[in-house]
């Protein structure tokens, strides 16, 4: 689990009387504040189950990009966006390891 805080600009387009296209894109920041690590790798110990200790798998910062689009039909909101980690979160394992996330957004404007 990570708490993000994205910073995204956005540009909206209006296609017809109250409807309109969102695009939007950024760099975010992340910290990891909780998840247990659940696999049969060798080189995760069967005990080692808190990723982001000081021991654990992974490093709790993380950072990178993201993009999405959307809509709005007047009060109602819809998008589907990605995130991609430009930061190795390995710790400890060889190779590297970067966050992705694939999301959608479903949402009413009061």
Wanted: hydrophobic fraction near 40%.
């Amino acid at each position: 689990m990570y708490l993000q805080i994205p910073i995204h600009y956005a540009y909206k387009v209006d296609v017809t009387p109250g409807m309109r296209v969102v695009l939007h894109g950024g760099p975010y920041v992340a910290y990891g504040i909780g998840g247990s690590v659940k696999a049969n790798f060798a080189w995760i110990e069967e005990s080692d189950n808190k990723p982001f200790s000081k021991d654990g798998v992974y490093k709790p910062f993380d950072a990178g990009l993201g993009i999405g689009v959307g809509a709005e039909f007047g009060a109602i909101l819809v998008g589907l966006g990605w995130d991609m980690g430009l930061v190795d979160i390995a710790r400890n394992i060889e190779g590297s390891v970067r966050n992705q996330n694939a999301y959608l957004t479903v949402g009413y404007r009061f």
